[in-house]
């Protein structure tokens, strides 16, 4: 499914702020390292295949049918906006998500499943719970902002990424749903497919200038194994405000590899894309 707005859903900003302060109570988990440059992604399960805990999709059956985690149950809100909603006997998957300062390398999802997992959870909702002006979502070329309340189709298997590039503490509800017969049925509100991003959400970013450019292939002057995370995190970022033309994040850090001389930065780089983009092995 393409990446597009579904609708809207009248948040109770009472209820809500309630269960956002809720969550300071719950234990979120910090999956997916190799994918974050800044602070933590935090994720916690708010429904699983059985109901169980876990911190990442492969440590479930996805045959299982899907239940409220022990966690979800301190946000009584946010589980009836998602009964309310949603019919969730498609659901495999709910997870919350909270993120500040930091962006997620650009990459694509289910590049490690089997056909048969990627149809139990063929798609994926976000619904933005609280959100800021530097919180934005890169696909492909493209930023754009999801504003509060609203309901979102993401299409995983293009290039994306998350990024907030200040303070706020950006929270989503992800849902991961099964292929169904018809996508209306996942839906219990009005909604109406926008068919693509619409122009009110994208982010209107200036050229990126040819002295910025030039300063960022610089780093290819400090580049190293240490640092070369923080480095990617500055692209990145970069990349959330500025138009730095078509692939601008991996065409730019391939570029820096190649100026720094430097063997091992080249194949880290070349490693970290093929890890986040092409296929997905477990170490
Ligand atoms: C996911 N993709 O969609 C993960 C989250 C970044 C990579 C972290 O489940
Ligand atoms: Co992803």
Same mark, same amino acid.
């Given at each position: 499914? /393409?990446?597009?707005?579904?609708?809207?859903l009248?948040?109770?900003?009472?209820?809500?702020a309630?269960?956002?302060?809720?969550?300071?109570?719950?234990?979120?988990?910090?999956?997916?390292?190799?994918?974050?440059c800044?602070?933590?992604?935090k994720?916690a399960?708010?429904?699983?295949?059985?109901g169980?805990?876990?911190?990442?999709?492969?440590?479930?059956?996805?045959?299982?049918?899907?239940?409220?985690?022990?966690?979800?149950?301190?946000?009584?809100?946010?589980?009836?906006?998602?009964?309310?909603?949603?019919?969730?006997?498609?659901?495999?998957f709910? /997870?919350l998500?909270?993120?500040?300062?930091?962006?997620?390398?650009p990459?694509?999802?289910?590049?490690?499943?089997?056909?048969?997992?990627?149809?139990?959870?063929?798609? /994926?909702v976000?619904?933005?719970?609280?959100?800021?002006?530097d919180?934005?979502?890169?696909?492909?070329?493209?930023?754009?902002?999801?504003?509060?309340?609203?309901?979102?189709?993401?299409?995983?298997?293009?290039?994306?990424?998350?990024?907030?590039?200040?303070?706020?503490?950006?929270?989503?509800?992800?849902?991961?749903?099964?292929?169904v017969?018809?996508i209306k049925?996942?839906?219990k509100?009005?909604?109406?497919?926008?068919?693509?991003?619409?122009?009110?959400?994208?982010?209107?970013?200036?050229?990126?200038?040819?002295?910025?450019?030039?300063?960022i292939?610089?780093l290819?002057?400090?580049?190293?194994?240490?640092?070369?995370?923080?480095?990617?995190?500055?692209?990145?970022?970069?990349?959330?405000?500025?138009?730095?033309?078509?692939?601008?994040?991996w065409?730019?850090?391939?570029?820096?590899?190649?100026?720094?001389?430097?063997?091992?930065?080249?194949?880290?780089?070349s490693d970290l894309y093929?890890?986040t983009n092409?296929? /997905?092995?477990?170490?």
């Amino acid at each position: 499914m /393409r990446t597009q707005l579904i609708g809207k859903l009248d948040l109770d900003r009472t209820r809500l702020a309630q269960d956002l302060e809720a969550t300071f109570d719950i234990n979120f988990a910090e999956p997916y390292d190799e994918f974050v440059c800044g602070r933590p992604w935090k994720s916690a399960m708010l429904m699983t295949p059985g109901g169980g805990e876990g911190s990442v999709l492969s440590q479930f059956d996805p045959s299982a049918s899907a239940d409220f985690t022990a966690d979800s149950q301190h946000l009584p809100y946010i589980q009836e906006l998602i009964r309310e909603h949603f019919a969730t006997e498609h659901i495999t998957f709910v /997870r919350l998500i909270a993120l500040t300062n930091s962006v997620l390398v650009p990459h694509c999802d289910y590049v490690e499943l089997s056909e048969d997992d990627k149809s139990r959870i063929a798609h /994926r909702v976000h619904i933005v719970l609280s959100t800021g002006e530097d919180a934005m979502f890169n696909e492909s070329d493209s930023v754009y902002r999801m504003k509060e309340g609203e309901v979102w189709f993401i299409d995983v298997t293009k290039p994306h990424s998350a990024g907030v590039v200040g303070e706020t503490r950006r929270v989503h509800l992800l849902i991961d749903v099964a292929d169904v017969a018809d996508i209306k049925n996942l839906f219990k509100f009005d909604h109406e497919l926008s068919g693509g991003i619409p122009e009110a959400n994208l982010c209107d970013r200036p050229e990126l200038a040819d002295g910025e450019r030039e300063g960022i292939l610089a780093l290819s002057r400090i580049i190293d194994e240490e640092n070369i995370m923080q480095v990617l995190g500055l692209v990145i970022k970069k990349h959330y405000r500025k138009d730095g033309g078509p692939n601008f994040v991996w065409s730019t850090m391939q570029e820096i590899a190649r100026l720094s001389d430097d063997e091992r930065i080249v194949k880290k780089v070349s490693d970290l894309y093929r890890h986040t983009n092409l296929e /997905r092995i477990e170490k």
